[in-house]
Every structure is written in structure tokens, then in C-alpha cells.
């Protein structure tokens, strides 16, 4: 019995000493050393337009690791930020070995033809007091962006200050959009509000523009006259173009333009397009010009 016992004994040391050995070795077998990433430039520039730009995201990045070998068919975009200055933004990569071990790798992306995104608006940011518990302020407006496309659903338009609209008047509204790398395009809007019931409404001829909302560069001038198309009178329009010259109630030399744009100074500035017809009813109608 003495001896079983000892046998027995001398039988768990062995498989103790057994298992710590192995796992010493494992352990040492184990690939320690994580993957390396390299790229042939600190800069990537791509365009918006490039139909592979998964591919051309991936130009000049390879991998290698010391046990895998190469690893450059591995490698994956993990993450972009959002706009660190304009048109460029940071892009992780990363590539795993079959240990389970990342590299790691950034560098500047660099769209060469990045364009910010533009709200447009189509028709006066103008209503009656007896709509405007139903009015849908964006219904006019439209963003087409050059990496996310169509953002129209996604811009908010809200009013400077906490009020509720109880009579005709201008109102401070802004309106704000942005894509995915955290670019936005915000613009301060005045909401002009009528009164159908108000006899002098029903005569006033607004000047009709082509857009109200500009948008240019720094020392670039936007041709203001140029944007005027007619004017619009209880919903019916009277358009330059139109063949009856007569039906129209004044020319384009008629209406004055009117607002302190400061071309060399990036902001958003007010234009008043004024019309006053033979009655002596006068209209305004509002433009943001954007200077960027």
C-alpha cells in the first residue's frame, strides 16, 4: 500500500512538472511580435468623384508581420475623422496578424475637389400670418453634397430666439445642414411674415430673384441685378421674359438693391430688393449672400 502511494504521488508531480512545461513552452512559441504598417507618404489625395476610392484610399500602405509574411492584402481603413482643416481629414488603418496582435497607421486624407455643402432656396422665405401654423420652412430648400449627396432631409431650420409668431413682421431664422465629416453649412435667414387682410398686401409686386441664397469666395463679387427674374404679385408672376411687356409693372432698373456686402470678409450678409409700384405700395424681398 506504501508503495501505490508513492507511485501515486510520484504520478501527479510528474503530470504537475508535465503541464507547467508545456505551457512554459507555449508560451514561448507564441508570436510576441505584433504586425508592421508603413505607407509611402504622409498624405493621400483622392477625389470625391473616384468611383475606387476604397482602392486609392489603400495606395502606398503594405504590411508585413515576422511569422505571417505579408499582410498588405489585410490591411483595412478603420476609421476617418472628421475635417481637421478644410478638405482634409485624419484615416486610421489597421491589420491584424493570425495572433490576434494590430499595427496601426495614420495619415492625411486629402480630397483635391472637396466642395462644402450648400443649402439653396428656391422661393422667398415669405408667408402669410393665417399659413404659418402649417408652414414647413425648408420646403423651398435643398442640399446636394459632394460626399454624402442628397442631405435635403436632414436640414433644420430654427428661430433665433424663443418666440411665437402672432403678427406680421421679420423673423430671425437660421437654417443648418452637415455631412458625415462634420462639415456644416449654416445661414441666417429673415422670415417675412404678411397680412392677407392687410388691403395694401394685396397690391405689393415682390421682386422675384432666381435663388435666395448665394454663395461665393472671398473677393468675388456675385452679380446682384443678375438674379432678378420678375416680380410676383397675390401668387400670379410677371416675368422679364415674358412676351407682354405690358403686364409687367416696372423694369429692372425699377427695383433697388440695397445691403452692405463686404466681398473681402467671409460671412453672411442681407440684400433688400425693393419695389415700389405706381399705386406707392412698396415690396421687399430678402437675399442671403455667403461669402466664404
Known sequence: MRRLRIAIVALFILSGISFVGYNVISRLAEDHTPPEISCDSDTVSVSVEDEEIDEALLSGVKASDNEDGDLTDQIRVSSMSNFTE????????????????AATLQRTLEYTDYTSPQIQLTAPLRYSLEDMADVNLTENMSVEDCLDGDLTSQIRATFNDSIYIQQAGEYPVTVQVSNSAGDTCSVPLTLTVTDSSDSSERDKYYPLLSQYIVYTNVGEQVDLAGLLTGFERNGAEYLFTDSDAASLPGARENVSISGDVDWATAGTY?????????AGVTATTKLAVVVR
Open 86 to 101: 478644410p478638405g482634409k481629414r485624419t484615416i486610421t488603418y489597421a491589420v491584424f496578424d493570425k495572433a490576434g496582435q
Open 270 to 278: 442681407n440684400v433688400d430688393y425693393q419695389f415700389t409700384s405706381a
